[in-house]
């Protein structure tokens, strides 16, 4: 276990550095003229010029570059908005709290039927509820975020009136609650699936026949042998999914017009504001490395079994 | 290995190498013996989704070859004074925001799509295939360098190193596909590669390899006649699901204004601009936001449930 643990963290330094370097990369590498790229049709002033070029250190070699962004970046200093005139940071505490309540609300909405429904269709494995389930499952896994997050907006808000159609700014937990079950539907399709697998494969194991054996009710089976080995995979799988999480806020926040994270880089995409989608990536990408770390380690203390190669 | 279950959702089942072998099913044990080939076929043959999948799969790629077949109409005539008209026999879905025929342009999308998601897994598969064989085949160092470089693309959310990649190459030129392609490309090869690697892995050991190697057959041969054949029925199954996914990225890439760009006379036509640009009117008028979206949505979930079908049928560990 020990091992495995300081392995995984050898392997998280390694990937973080990597992973930002190559977002670093992506944007400032051989460019004829970064700045440019990074205002997009915006004409460059030269106070913005200067701003930039001081704030990237683009005169120094490359690699002291992303020494310097590394360095802003762990510190906190994400630099200036260049369409806002206000520190990216500050965005990005103004954003942050909508978005958690966004995902906290997806995630519960999603695991709770999904799970629900994933063990019923795992004990009534080749039913008339498990197809259909994993039809509807199979169907909302393939539908894109930029035709979930709309129709739902459409089907809910406009057609039914059951909620508001757009969130506005300093929503309530009410305003919330469409867009964040669009934002986990995903999620939801996925942990269904994965909970059906889990299931049934446990289902088969030994344990379980010796718990049958030993005459403990079926409730108590599947209640707390069974259901505790399932949710294994899945607490992997909801730690992998925060970057399809991020990944749908920005079209879910951007549909429904939600101040939050996925907004802000909505926006700064849209007013090719390069200075705020550099920031907001990199900070996203952290909080999935550290995500998918805690998760891998916290997967290791839950199953014992579980040792790198 | 831990590694293993942070597949995301497509390969949240792993897909083991076939092997020659004739497997036998119990419960199934009338008549001859089937190789696992032949036993997969006749298990696509008898599942309706395979079929639906596949029917809908091949319409949508004729329609991106020949879409003058479904509609008469000129997606890129576009009128302002029908704005949001409704339907006419002539138009059978009615018009959008533009004043642009939603059915016709929906037919005309199809080719935008279906030509960035196959140009995606021709670049993604290539990368995957020489990272995966390289690292799989030779082990040792190469593998532990190209295993480190996976993890750590893996590592970066695919969406958001794609606006990265996309800003960057898009700014200041109108885009083509070839951007989206390559940003598509680029960033989403680590699934099919673990795949291959793995399955490479697998077929490596077997005593026939070792046979091969020791009746003098240089590196390239068993590669290419031992190993790779083994790899390929996996592969083919990532490839096809990452069409599908494939599909969904332009989409939303365009969606953001960071993939396909709009053309000043409206001669660009991707589903993704036509579902942008019927969000803010969604209240005014819900046909030009459905139409695109249903387009979308079946051939993502065709090309998806292909890819499942055929993994199912391939993958003797499920049944």
Same mark, same amino acid.
Request: charged share 15%; hydrophobic share 50%; net charge positive.
């Given at each position: 276990m020990f091992r495995y643990i300081v392995r995984r963290l050898l392997q998280g330094v390694l990937t973080f550095f990597g992973a930002t370097f190559i977002v670093y990369a992506l944007m400032f590498a051989n460019q004829d003229d970064p700045l440019q790229a990074l205002a997009g049709e915006r004409p460059v002033t030269p106070a913005v010029r200067q701003y930039l070029t001081d704030y990237y250190h683009l005169n120094d070699p490359f690699l002291k570059q992303y020494g310097y962004y590394m360095k802003g970046l762990l510190t906190g200093d994400?630099?200036?908005?260049?369409?806002?005139?206000?520190?990216?940071?500050? !965005?990005?505490?103004?954003?942050?709290?909508?978005?958690?309540? %966004?995902?906290?609300?997806?995630? +519960?909405?999603?695991?709770? *039927?999904?799970?629900?429904?994933?063990?019923?269709?795992?004990?009534?494995?080749a039913g008339v509820f498990d197809y259909v389930t994993l039809l509807i499952a199979l169907f909302l896994i393939s539908l894109p975020f930029i035709v979930l997050a709309p129709m739902a907006q459409y089907l809910f808000g406009v057609e039914l009136k059951i909620f508001p159609v757009t969130t506005g700014g300093?929503?309530?937990?009410?305003?919330?609650?469409?867009?964040?079950?669009? *934002?986990?539907?995903?999620?939801?399709?996925?942990?269904?699936?994965?909970?059906?697998?889990? @299931?049934?494969?446990? %289902?088969?194991?030994?344990? $379980?026949?010796?718990?049958?054996?030993?005459?403990?009710?079926?409730?108590?089976?599947?209640? $707390?042998? @069974?259901?505790?080995?399932?949710? #294994?995979?899945?607490?992997?799988?909801?730690?992998? /999914?925060?970057?399809? !999480?991020?990944?749908?806020?920005?079209?879910?926040?951007?549909?429904?017009?939600?101040?939050?994270?996925?907004?802000?880089?909505?926006?700064?995409?849209?007013?090719?504001?390069?200075?705020?989608?550099?920031?907001? $990536?990199?900070? *996203?990408?952290?909080?999935?490395?550290?995500?998918?770390?805690?998760?891998?380690? !916290?997967?290791a203390v839950l199953d014992p079994r579980i040792r790198y190669e | 290995m831990s590694s293993s279950q942070m597949e995301p959702v497509a390969t949240s089942v792993a897909v083991p190498?076939?092997? $020659?072998?004739?497997?036998?099913?119990?419960?199934?044990?009338?008549?001859?013996?089937?190789?696992?080939?032949?036993?997969?076929?006749?298990?696509?043959?008898?599942?309706?989704?395979?079929?639906?999948?596949?029917?809908?799969?091949?319409?949508?790629? @004729?329609?991106?070859?020949?879409? /003058?077949?479904?509609?008469?109409?000129?997606?890129?005539?576009?009128?302002?004074?029908?704005?949001?008209?409704?339907p006419n026999g002539w138009a059978i879905f009615g018009y959008n925001f533009q004043g642009c025929d939603i059915f016709a342009r929906s037919v005309y999308g199809a080719r935008i799509s279906v030509e960035v998601g196959f140009l995606s897994i021709a670049v993604l598969g290539t990368i995957a295939l020489l990272i995966g064989v390289t690292g799989g085949y030779f082990g040792g160092w190469a593998d532990a360098v190209l295993s480190r470089i996976t993890e750590i693309v893996l590592g970066v959310p695919y969406l958001l190193a794609g606006i990265v990649l996309a800003k960057r190459l898009s700014a200041g030129q109108s885009?083509? +596909?070839?951007?989206?392609?390559?940003? #598509?490309?680029? *960033?989403?090869?680590?699934?099919?590669?673990?795949?291959?690697?793995?399955?490479?892995?697998t077929a490596k050991n077997q005593d026939y390899v070792a046979a091969a190697r020791m009746l003098g057959a240089g590196h390239a041969r068993i590669m290419l006649r031992h190993i790779l054949p083994n790899a390929l029925a996996p592969f083919v199954v990532v490839l096809t699901i990452a069409l599908g996914t494939a599909i969904s990225t332009e989409a939303t890439l365009t969606f953001l204004g960071i993939g396909i760009k709009p053309s000043g006379d409206g001669s660009t036509i991707s589903w993704g601009l036509d579902i942008s640009g019927a969000v803010p009117h969604v209240r005014e008028s819900a046909t030009p936001l459905i139409v695109p979206s249903v387009f979308l949505s079946v051939t993502v979930l065709s090309f998806i449930m292909l890819g499942d079908a055929i993994r199912d049928a391939f993958d003797p560990k499920l049944r």
């Open positions: 994400l630099g200036q908005s260049i369409g806002r005139n206000r520190p990216i940071k500050d !965005l990005l505490m103004d954003a942050w709290p909508i978005t958690l309540k %966004l995902s906290i609300i997806a995630i +519960i909405f999603a695991a709770l *039927l999904g799970v629900t429904a994933g063990v019923v269709a795992g004990i009534r494995r300093n929503p309530s937990l009410y305003k919330l609650l469409l867009p964040g079950m669009a *934002l986990g539907t995903v999620a939801l399709a996925v942990t269904l699936r994965l909970t059906r697998t889990s @299931v049934t494969e446990n %289902l088969r194991a030994d344990y $379980v026949r010796t718990a049958r054996a030993k005459g403990l009710s079926r409730q108590r089976i599947i209640g $707390v042998h @069974v259901l505790r080995n399932s949710l #294994i995979p899945i607490i992997t799988y909801l730690g992998v /999914s925060l970057g399809d !999480l991020m990944a749908g806020a920005i079209i879910t926040e951007g549909v429904f017009n939600i101040p939050g994270v996925g907004f802000n880089l909505f926006q700064g995409i849209r007013t090719e504001d390069g200075p705020r989608v550099v920031g907001f $990536v990199s900070v *996203l990408v952290i909080i999935f490395i550290i995500t998918n770390l805690v998760v891998d380690i !916290l997967y | 190498a076939p092997t $020659v072998e004739e497997v036998e099913r119990p419960g199934v044990a009338t008549g001859k013996p089937r190789s696992l080939f032949s036993d997969a076929m006749h298990d696509l043959r008898h599942n309706p989704i395979f079929w639906v999948a596949l029917v809908l799969s091949l319409l949508v790629i @004729v329609m991106a070859a020949f879409p /003058s077949l479904f509609t008469p109409n000129n997606p890129a005539d576009c009128q302002l004074n029908r704005q949001h008209a409704g885009s083509g +596909i070839w951007t989206v392609v390559f940003v #598509i490309g680029v *960033l989403s090869w680590t699934t099919a590669c673990r795949v291959v690697r793995s399955s490479v892995i």
